[in-house]
């Protein structure tokens, strides 16, 4: 459900909507204020840096804790200042999930998904907002229309706040978890850990304004957004975009649509600037970046997208058949290899890094070695994790200790829509030793993750019970 201009929502955006935490060291964080948890004299967890490794620039690590300050880091294929990120490769960057301690993710913290370099204004005026133009035509729509961005800027508009997640978020538990590191089950891929994930205030026009634009005809099947940006040298064609049924849009025309600003801003080149499209709860990779293209069609629509990236490859995943007078974009038929990700199922973890000891690659900046755990102090304290089922919405969250029973956990944010992520806390008063933190969303439906999931090829959509290693220090 979009987020319509009424009192409580208004009220929530303007709450929650944070600036960058490199300007406001000194605010009131979310893992730094008093509690009111109901248990006497409780605090928050004191995650200890790393043996040997010094808090703050220099270490050549992130830290752990002190959520929004770190040193800088520029890198040639972003815009944005990525140092407090984890530095996952060339043309990635993850969000460091244990530092995130605010309901909306500042941007400075959003995660970076690219198949390339950046764009830039300067070097493809395609992504110039001066210049910038969106084509929308097909053989299903009466009206062929192309817009500029002063266009869609008088274009009726909404806010929204969503989570926006690669589907390869929690990938990395694909390897930790289930042992899926050697064929016949070898997954491959981005290791994220958890940081592929952050919760933003988008402003959009929806679809069903632009659908009204252009006239929509009965035999419409799919809608094409399309970049054909991201590429290897600017002012080439690229072969991203994203298809998705039309009958998929319909369900929800007023929640889909063109995003041209985030959290208040207008986008920033690494989000897509000028204008993206925004599929709430779906994978990220179906909010296309630096969208210039609207195609829609009467027949189904392949690209590398949703053929043989971005899909679920392996024996519990037979891929659909194309049809008699689909298109197929920078693709074969012989490539449509798996079932395109959608939706994104429930989800949950804490803001605790994780363990890593199988991940084929490790992050150059990860604040563990390979195989060590983070380590908490002794006695009462109150540990606080992000919950997110965009189905139907979180109803509640479980957390276990070492394998015993499962524990409500407070859930502390009103849920906004289903789109929406909540914070939630539960007491923890260990003596020393190594313990076993799990983690567990229940959705409004009564769907909860599972053990475990399914091997794919991509190692996408894990949704399963994450599981956190502590080591409790006196």
Not at 126 to 149: C, F, K, N, Q, S
Not at 199 to 206: C, F, G, I, L, S
Not at 387 to 401: E, F, S
Request: aromatic content about 10%; some cysteine.
């Amino acid at each position: 459900m979009a987020s319509h201009p009424d009192e409580l929502e208004r009220t929530i955006a303007r709450l929650t909507r944070e600036p960058d935490p490199l300007h406001m060291a000194g605010r009131r964080r979310f893992f730094v204020t008093a509690l009111a948890s109901g248990i006497a004299g409780a605090s928050l967890p004191a995650l200890a840096q790393p043996a040997g490794v010094p808090a703050g620039a220099g270490s050549g690590r992130l830290t752990i804790g002190d959520g929004g300050r770190g040193p800088s880091r520029i890198h040639p294929s972003f815009v944005k200042d990525v140092g407090l990120m984890t530095d996952l490769n060339a043309t990635n960057q993850g969000g460091a999930w244990w530092n995130f301690d605010t309901y909306i993710t500042p941007v400075s913290q959003f995660y970076v998904r690219n198949a390339f370099r950046t764009p830039r204004a300067e070097e493809d005026s395609r992504v110039d907002p001066r210049h910038w133009r969106l084509r929308i035509h097909g053989d299903a729509v009466e009206r062929e229309l192309t817009i500029g961005y002063d266009d869609l800027l008088k274009m009726p508009s909404r806010s929204i706040i969503s989570v926006m997640q690669c589907t390869g978020n929690g990938r990395t538990l694909f390897w930790e978890q289930q042992d899926m590191v050697a064929d016949p089950t070898r997954v491959t891929g981005n290791g994220w850990g958890l940081g592929g994930v952050g919760q933003a205030e988008w402003q959009y026009v929806p679809m069903s304004h632009i659908l009204d634009l252009v006239g929509v005809k009965r035999n419409a099947k799919s809608v094409l957004f399309w970049s054909g940006v991201d590429g290897k040298k600017p002012n080439t064609e690229s072969d991203t975009g994203r298809p998705m049924p039309y009958a998929d849009v319909m369900e929800r025309p007023d929640d889909i649509g063109l995003a041209f600003k985030m959290n208040g801003a207008p986008l920033g080149p690494d989000h897509g600037a000028p204008v993206r499209a925004l599929v709430p709860g779906w994978c990220g990779g179906a909010s296309t970046k630096w969208l210039t293209e609207i195609k829609i069609s009467s027949h189904d629509v392949w690209v590398r997208l949703n053929t043989y990236d971005h899909t679920l490859m392996g024996p519990d995943y037979p891929p659909p058949r194309p049809t008699e007078g689909d298109e197929f974009r920078f693709v074969r038929p012989d490539q449509l290899l798996g079932i395109p990700v959608t939706w994104q199922e429930a989800r949950s973890m804490l803001a605790i890094p994780l363990t890593l000891q199988k991940q084929p690659d490790m992050p150059s900046n990860y604040p563990l070695a390979r195989g060590e755990m983070p380590v908490l102090r002794a006695g009462p304290q109150v540990l606080r994790g992000y919950a997110w089922a965009p189905r139907t919405g979180v109803k509640r969250v479980h957390v276990r200790v070492n394998g015993g029973r499962w524990e409500a956990a407070r859930i502390i944010d009103p849920q906004v829509s289903r789109y929406t992520w909540v914070r939630f806390e539960f007491p923890f008063n260990p003596g020393p030793g190594d313990y076993l933190l799990e983690t567990r969303a229940t959705d409004n439906e009564g769907g909860m993750q599972p053990d475990s999931v399914p091997f794919n090829k991509g190692g996408y959509n894990f949704f399963a019970i994450p599981r956190f290693k502590v080591r409790v220090a006196a």
